[in-house]
């Protein structure tokens, strides 16, 4: 089993950054693309970023050249850099790995438990 656990959400002004982190943690062989989704209140959840074993990453365009996400393999952590925040960004972001507990076995999914990000006007 993967376990994610998320920390950095709050309550920023308009304008302001925020750094999310997500540790992945149990038992597994290897950890696989990892992302960062959010669910606005009333709003299906979307992806924002995400980012391959190897660096390579994709942003939801409603973010390009706002947010950055990186990725430390060594501790099994991803984190997402949250600059010039908008009101439009409030929601829940999750923590998102897809993730391999033994070789040779199908990767599953797993997510996090959701930290909480309000950007005021």
């Known amino acids: 089993q993967v376990q994610l656990v998320e920390s950095g959400g709050g309550l920023v002004q308009a304008g302001g950054s925020l750094r999310l982190s997500c540790a992945a943690s149990?038992?597994?062989?290897?950890?696989?693309?990892m992302g960062w989704y959010r669910q606005a209140p009333g709003k299906q959840r979307e992806l924002v970023a995400g980012?391959?074993?190897?660096?390579?990453?994709n942003y939801a365009d409603s973010v390009k050249g706002r947010f950055t996400i990186s990725r430390d393999n060594a501790k099994n952590t991803v984190y997402l850099q949250m600059n010039s925040l908008k009101p439009d960004y409030t929601a829940v972001y999750y923590c998102?790995?897809?993730?391999?507990?033994?070789?040779?076995?199908?990767?599953?999914?797993?997510w996090g438990q959701g930290t909480q990000v309000a950007v005021s006007s």
């Open positions: 998102n790995a897809d993730a391999h507990t033994v070789p040779n076995v199908a990767s599953r999914n797993y």
């Open positions: 149990g038992s597994f062989f290897r950890i696989n693309a």
């Open positions: 980012i391959t074993s190897g660096g390579t990453t």
